[in-house]
Structure formats: structure tokens, C-alpha cells
């Protein structure tokens, strides 16, 4: 027996251990190699634990890694008005191999500009105009983090994103995105100051019209092809897998147009 609506697990890499995920008890079972004994239960892991994934440095020593373990709904972020696409933050706990303890926590910021635009926005007091105009710049937060891959020095999270300022509409309020999380640093993935983190409904806009122009609704699940800088994400509202690419820095691309006009990858 372990925790309370068990979710995600996994072994270390040379399968001494085996940590759970308890969403409802809000902690992590770790297990012996067998998966028959609880020898730990780790606590103060966050709210809602849910995906775990485990780093792998290549040696026979499973002391030295560190266990990754997603908090499935967003946090609020201290004095920030509630409602606000910017109100709540993604938030991943770090565990260690060694200790069984919680040795930090990686803060998933929100995106202030997702590429999509709406007709005014209701906590701003910004009225809309009729005809619409879909001039205001709307942001969204990580949420819903059910799962992470690691892939070189990087980690990632698809997630459906948070976008709670209104007026209502369909490609403003949720946004599909991949977020980044660099294992070295441990923080968010960024490179030259900018976040890596992408959001996969970008560009989409651009698309010809026609049915191959579909929005990547709630992305849930990714996995790495083996030797190749190739992943695929799972789009299960879209009924599809969209192909995810990383550049040498892990930052990735699902080759979307970047402007009217420009040929889709």
C-alpha cells in the first residue's frame, strides 16, 4: 500500500528504488527495488503530486540522482490580483537519491505573451469593441502538469495552460504549453535570458485554413525518440501526436510559421 490515488512512478536508473506519486496525500511512497515495501514516505512534496521522472548520470551509484516530481495545479503567486493570466505559476519538487528529502523547487513562470490577442480584458477594465479589434495581449500560466520526460540536460512538462482574463474565447483561454526545466541550473530552462518554455498553439494562427489547421489541445504525455533530438507530444483533445524538435540548447520547435505567409514545418 502506498499513498492516497497513486499517480506517476518511477524507478531509479539502476532500479534499487521506485518513487510514487500520491495526488490526494500529497507526498511520495519510495519503495524498495522490488516494489513490495514502502522504506520512505516523503513529504512537504507540494500540492497534487502527480508526473515523476528521474535523472540518470550513467554510473551504478542510484545516491546521486535527483527525483523530479510535478505539482499538478498551478500557485498562486503572493500579491498578484486573482483572475490575472499571470496570477499562478507551475511549480516542480526536487527529491533526492540519497537523502529522500526535498531539496528544492523549480518555479515555471507564466508566459505574459502567448502570441494570441483578445477584445479587451475584463480585470484590466479594458472594454471590447464591437466590430472586434482582438488587440489586447493576453499571457497564461503552467497548469495541469501531468507528465515529465527528460532529455539531455532538460526536462519537459507539456501542460494546458491557464489563460483566466476574460472576455471568453476559444484560442485565448487555454494555451498548450511545453515547458522547460534546465536540470543543471535547476530552474526553468532559458537561454540568453529568454525562457525555452514554448507554447505549441504559437504559429497556429498562421496555418492555411483547411483541416490540417487544428489547435494542440491538451497536451498530456511527451516521449523522446532515442539518439535523436525528436520527441512527440500527445495533443488528446486534438486526437493527435504533434512532433516536438530540440537545437543543441534543448530548446524546442514544433516548426509552426512564424508570421503570415511563411511555409509550416
Same mark, same amino acid.
Given at each position: 500500500?502506498?499513498?492516497?490515488?497513486? &499517480?506517476?512512478?518511477?524507478?531509479? %536508473?539502476?532500479? @534499487?528504488?521506485? &518513487?510514487?506519486?500520491?495526488?490526494?496525500?500529497?507526498?511520495?511512497?519510495?519503495? +524498495?527495488?522490488?516494489?513490495?515495501?514502502?522504506?520512505?514516505?516523503?513529504?512537504?512534496? *507540494?500540492?497534487?503530486?502527480?508526473?515523476?521522472?528521474?535523472?540518470?548520470?550513467?554510473?551504478? +551509484?542510484?545516491?546521486?540522482?535527483?527525483?523530479?516530481?510535478?505539482?499538478?495545479?498551478?500557485?498562486?503567486?503572493?500579491?498578484?490580483?486573482?483572475?490575472?493570466?499571470? &496570477?499562478?505559476? $507551475?511549480?516542480?519538487? =526536487?527529491?533526492?537519491? @540519497?537523502?529522500?528529502?526535498?531539496?528544492?523547487?523549480?518555479?515555471?513562470? %507564466?508566459?505574459?505573451?502567448?502570441?494570441?490577442?483578445?477584445? $479587451?480584458?475584463?480585470? *484590466?477594465?479594458?472594454?471590447?469593441?464591437? %466590430?472586434?479589434?482582438?488587440?489586447?495581449?493576453?499571457?497564461?500560466?503552467?497548469?495541469?502538469?501531468?507528465?515529465? !520526460?527528460?532529455? /539531455?540536460?532538460?526536462? &519537459?512538462?507539456?501542460?494546458? !495552460?491557464?489563460?483566466?482574463?476574460? %472576455?471568453?474565447? #476559444?484560442?485565448?483561454?487555454?494555451?498548450? #504549453?511545453?515547458?522547460?526545466?534546465?536540470? !543543471?541550473?535547476?530552474?526553468?530552462?532559458?537561454?540568453?535570458?529568454?525562457?525555452?518554455? =514554448?507554447?505549441?498553439? @504559437?504559429?497556429?494562427?498562421?496555418?492555411?485554413? /483547411?483541416? $490540417?489547421?487544428?489547435?494542440?489541445?491538451?497536451?498530456?504525455?511527451?516521449?523522446?525518440?532515442?539518439?535523436?533530438?525528436?520527441?512527440?507530444?500527445?495533443?488528446?483533445?486534438?486526437? #493527435?501526436?504533434?512532433?516536438?524538435?530540440?537545437?543543441?540548447?534543448?530548446?524546442?520547435?514544433?516548426?509552426?510559421?512564424? !508570421?503570415? $505567409?511563411?511555409?509550416?514545418?
Amino acid at each position: 500500500r502506498v499513498g492516497t490515488e497513486p &499517480y506517476g512512478m518511477a524507478f531509479t %536508473p539502476n532500479g @534499487r528504488k521506485l &518513487y510514487v506519486a500520491n495526488a490526494r496525500s500529497n507526498d511520495v511512497s519510495v519503495l +524498495d527495488d522490488e516494489g513490495e515495501e514502502v522504506i520512505e514516505t516523503i513529504e512537504n512534496v *507540494g500540492l497534487e503530486p502527480r508526473a515523476v521522472a528521474i535523472t540518470n548520470d550513467g554510473d551504478d +551509484d542510484d545516491k546521486d540522482e535527483t527525483v523530479l516530481v510535478s505539482q499538478f495545479l498551478a500557485i498562486d503567486r503572493p500579491g498578484v490580483l486573482i483572475g490575472r493570466d499571470d &496570477y499562478k505559476e $507551475g511549480r516542480v519538487t =526536487l527529491i533526492s537519491t @540519497r537523502t529522500d528529502e526535498v531539496i528544492g523547487q523549480v518555479t515555471l513562470n %507564466p508566459m505574459l505573451d502567448t502570441g494570441f490577442r483578445s477584445n $479587451g480584458s475584463v480585470l *484590466g477594465h479594458v472594454p471590447p469593441t464591437t %466590430p472586434a479589434t482582438f488587440t489586447t495581449v493576453t499571457g497564461a500560466f503552467p497548469n495541469m502538469l501531468n507528465s515529465i !520526460a527528460i532529455k /539531455g540536460s532538460r526536462a &519537459y512538462l507539456p501542460n494546458t !495552460a491557464a489563460s483566466p482574463d476574460g %472576455p471568453l474565447r #476559444f484560442n485565448v483561454n487555454v494555451q498548450p #504549453f511545453l515547458s522547460v526545466v534546465d536540470l !543543471a541550473g535547476g530552474a526553468e530552462g532559458s537561454v540568453g535570458g529568454v525562457s525555452q518554455t =514554448l507554447n505549441m498553439n @504559437r504559429g497556429i494562427n498562421f496555418e492555411p485554413t /483547411g483541416p $490540417g489547421k487544428v489547435f494542440v489541445g491538451v497536451p498530456w504525455a511527451i516521449a523522446f525518440e532515442h539518439g535523436r533530438n525528436v520527441g512527440w507530444a500527445v495533443a488528446s483533445a486534438s486526437n #493527435f501526436i504533434v512532433k516536438v524538435e530540440l537545437d543543441a540548447n534543448g530548446t524546442p520547435t514544433i516548426n509552426a510559421p512564424a !508570421a503570415a $505567409g511563411q511555409p509550416s514545418g
